[in-house]
């Protein structure tokens, strides 16, 4: 009996714990919302501290990532406070990032958790494993990307499973199934990475509009689709003539597009950009503010739709039980934002343009050398997310921008997108690493970097056009 009661104790305790940190991680996505909407700063510092508090309630939790991004953003603060002729605007901006990004991934993470509950989701996974090679490529990649309007970066986890499942099916002797596996991969891998420059829920856009104001987000996602489309057929190419030898005999049983689950996943996706179209419209203000509102309205109402009887049990559920799953990724993208912001505090933007000769180098060739320039600084275990805000964060502090600022916001996302089939380190091949056993390394420099090589190639005529060859 004792030896029972002993085990209980440590046992209550975690869930108490537990719990105070999914209601810390539910007050900071409440409290930005709240400033967002409002413009109280009394509201976005309640906001900073609940990022703090679930920074300690969670310390238990962490992996040498996230202590080593906590360590350097201390540095930095330190750093700003002794150099700084106004560390406090310093402070502030970039404790706007690290609340931002941190709310915003885990009101992501609540939508996902939904999404994952869906049959439909389910079901047009299953579709997109099973295509003939020749139609494979194309529809993984774009239907990775639009999964991942809902999903994020959780489509990864869905998807990888079923493509390693439907491989098994074909028998652990053929000799065609590691193919099967680079190709399938990789096209979810790259399709993925590049959604990032369109989609209005990637992380990517929203991190860097938030530091650089001034930015067209339609036609930002304009340029996306566009260059996405390129990529798409270039990589598909790439595919082709790479894999033209590895031939199956037979024909492999394939699927018909559901037609039921596509149409409830795009009603789905459609009332989700009514809602956040519309708060933008009514508020005046940018699509950033439209995502947040949106979310939990989509999370309660896609509940309630698929089991309004268990709706209650499910939602709490996702939020005291799912969400502090989360809690890693929440830490590392705040203090990636923070980092990035404080980074480019630290240094002189105006002398470094100067030395760089940015006002005089020609607009295509400095767009088009961010992206392998942002993709490059990943290698050294910097995130993304990170950079990106760091670039962003250094033009905007610039007397005069070297290029369109939409432009340039763009671009830094294509170097974001570059850095996801080039770097081990990004997010998005931690996911696959962890989901499939593909080392890092092997999705990266061993599947996909001729594929980066030829994006980047290809970036530098398409910003020529863009620009006017100016």
């Not at 440590?10 to 105070?20: A, D, K, S």
């Not at 409002?38 to 040498?64: E, N």
């Not at 931002?100 to 991934?105: D, E, P, R, T």
């Not at 739709?305 to 268990?310: F, I, N, V």
Request: aromatic share 8%.
């Amino acid at each position: 009996m004792a030896q029972g009661g002993g085990n209980l104790a440590p046992l209550q305790g975690t869930c108490i714990t537990q719990r105070f940190l999914a209601l810390s991680l539910l007050a900071v996505a409440a409290f930005e919302i709240a400033a967002r909407a409002t413009r109280s700063d009394s509201l976005q510092h309640l906001a900073w501290g609940a990022v703090c508090l679930t920074i300690l309630l969670a310390l238990r939790r962490l992996t040498l990532r996230e202590v080593y991004l906590i360590a350097l953003s201390i540095a930095l603060t330190v750093a700003a406070l002794l150099r700084s002729g106004d560390p406090w605007t310093e402070l502030s901006g970039a404790l706007d990032s690290a609340s931002f990004l941190m709310a915003f991934i885990l009101l992501l993470g609540l939508l996902n958790a939904a999404a994952a509950r869906s049959p439909s989701v389910a079901v047009l996974g299953e579709y997109l494993t099973r295509q003939p090679p020749g139609r494979r490529y194309y529809v993984l990649n774009v239907g990775t990307g639009f999964l991942a309007l809902l999903f994020n970066i959780g489509i990864v986890s869905l998807i990888v499973p079923l493509i390693q499942k439907g491989i098994a099916r074909l028998g652990p002797d053929d000799p065609l199934n590691p193919i099967r596996e680079r190709r399938q991969v990789s096209a979810l891998m790259r399709g993925f990475a590049w959604s990032v420059t369109w989609s209005p829920t990637a992380i990517a856009p929203l991190a860097v509009m938030a530091v650089l104001p001034g930015v067209d987000r339609a036609a930002w996602v304009g340029y996306g689709l566009l260059v996405s489309a390129l990529v798409l057929v270039l990589g598909g190419i790439e595919d082709k003539l790479r894999w033209r030898s590895a031939r199956a005999p037979g024909k492999r049983p394939t699927m018909a597009l559901p037609g039921e689950a596509a149409r409830n996943f795009g009603i789905t996706v459609l009332c989700f950009f009514a809602l956040v179209a519309g708060f933008a419209w009514l508020s005046g203000e940018t699509v950033v503010l439209g995502l947040l509102l949106s979310c939990p309205i989509m999370v309660v109402g896609w509940v309630m739709a698929q089991a309004p009887r268990q709706a209650l049990g499910r939602l709490r559920t996702i939020a005291l039980d799912e969400l502090p799953r989360s809690v890693n990724v929440a830490i590392t993208l705040a203090c990636s934002g923070f980092i990035g912001r404080m980074a480019a505090g630290q240094v002189p933007a105006a002398d470094l343009a100067r030395i760089l000769g940015l006002e005089t180098m020609p607009d295509w060739l400095l767009l088009a050398m961010l992206p392998p320039a942002l993709s490059i600084f990943s290698l050294l275990a910097l995130s993304p997310t990170m950079m990106a805000v760091f670039f962003g964060s250094l033009f905007a502090a610039l007397p005069s921008l070297p290029a369109d600022v939409t432009l340039i916001a763009f671009s830094i996302s294509c170097g974001w997108a570059l850095s996801m089939t080039f770097s081990p380190f990004a997010t998005v091949v931690l996911v696959i690493e962890r989901a499939s056993g593909i080392p890092g390394r092997r999705l990266t420099f061993g599947w996909n970097l001729g594929f980066t090589l030829l994006c980047t190639v290809l970036l530098f005529p398409v910003f020529w056009v863009l620009t006017g060859g100016t």
